[in-house]
């Protein structure tokens, strides 16, 4: 987590104007931007996605971010869910394992490139947006006073897939007749240095920076927060700033508690924010961590340890050596898992009534 006192980016004001009402497309699926905006990225990314990473890595040293290892690319991990019929939609240029870049030919090279291009102007264009806004503040001269959070909801994606409107092969990369994903090539390089992407909780898959900027209220400027944060910190962390409680209902007696933490100690000093835990389901992949210890499986492998502190990109799986361990962080995890299910079948709506004629006619067939 990184606090600010000031920064954001110039806006492009003829192209703002022009997107002023449009929603934005998470850079996932479908990569679309504007032409000019594609342009202004079509050959950065032209030495590929082994050689970014590293380059990568090397800036984040340099700040201080992300550890001491650089996780090795898993060349076969392709997309979470495989979608053959979408890979030939994509056509022959496209491939589903981050291979090595050298390994591409010329074109497949090419059309790689143009799909990190769109993905980078889709970041670009979200960027000057969010300077439109906080223009607007500093104009209404509550930019000071006003808490700004910025943040993602998970990694990278390796997702790759065709909806919607489909994709014809023939038309520009990134217009609207397309539909490209990044893919875990380009994904690898967005997670650097972490393992895995979206959807696998590995940390290359839920860690996200939070920048949090608010100079009437934060007296820090520019510094990191290495403090464990999670999206369920939010709720907390605005009720508490504006001194509020969560709405009452008529079960607020019986709900459970708000798993969330408010983040406000962390504005003023790091490592100031304690939980029990940090729970995590998703899709059959399933972690938890406990301070400086997370245990981690894929949908049906076993669990996996590792010690974050000393090992933040997974790299040592210290699961053989700590068997205990595991066994203790494993029956939290089903624990809480159970806990969580329960409360979800709770408020799960009733099952629709069975209908006698319909099961009476299925009885005579």
């Known amino acids: ?119 980078a102007a889709m970041v670009d264009r979200l960027d000057r947006e969010i300077g439109r806004v906080l223009e607007q503040l500093r104009a209404m001269g509550q930019l000071d006073h006003t808490l700004v959070l910025f943040l993602s909801d998970n990694g990278g994606s390796a997702e790759m897939m065709v909806r919607g409107d489909g994709h014809d092969p023939h038309a520009a990369p990134g217009s609207a007749a397309t539909y490209l994903s990044l893919g875990p090539g380009w994904s690898s390089v967005a997670n650097t240095p972490f393992r895995r992407h979206k959807t696998w909780v590995h940390e290359g898959g839920i860690s996200t920076p939070l920048v949090v900027h608010w100079p009437a209220g934060i007296k820090a400027r520019g510094e990191l927060r290495h403090t464990p944060g999670h999206v369920i910190d939010i709720v907390p962390t605005i009720l508490e700033l504006a001194q509020g409680k969560p709405p009452a209902s008529r079960d607020t007696a019986t709900a459970p508690a708000h798993p969330g933490r408010s983040l406000v100690p962390a504005f003023a000093k790091d490592n100031s924010l304690h939980r029990d835990t940090l729970w995590f389901l998703h899709e059959g992949n399933r972690a938890l961590r406990v301070g400086d210890w997370k245990l981690v499986a894929a949908a049906n492998q076993p669990w996996e340890l590792y010690h974050l502190a000393t090992d933040r990109a997974e790299t040592r799986d210290l699961a053989s050596k700590n068997p205990e361990k595991v066994r203790d962080l494993a029956n939290t995890w089903t624990r809480l898992t159970d806990t969580h299910r329960q409360w979800a079948d709770r408020d799960a709506p009733p099952e629709p009534p069975a209908n006698p004629g319909k099961a009476a006619k299925r009885a005579r067939k």
Not at 70 to 86: K, Q, T, V
Not at 97 to 106: G, K, N, Q
């Open 1 to 119: 987590m990184r606090s600010s006192a000031s920064r954001n980016t110039p806006p492009n004001t003829s192209a703002s104007r022009s997107s002023a009402s449009s929603a934005f497309t998470a850079p996932h699926f479908p990569l679309h931007a504007p032409a000019a905006d594609i342009a202004r990225y079509r050959k950065t990314y032209s030495r590929g996605w082994d050689v970014l990473r590293e380059e990568r890595w090397q800036r984040l040293r340099q700040l201080g971010l992300g550890g001491e290892t650089l996780s090795a690319i898993e060349r076969e991990l392709g997309p979470p869910y495989a979608f053959p019929d979408a890979i030939e939609k994509l056509g022959p240029h496209e491939v589903n394992r981050p291979v090595p870049w050298s390994s591409l030919t010329p074109a497949q090279r090419e059309f790689q490139t143009a799909k990190m291009a769109i993905h």
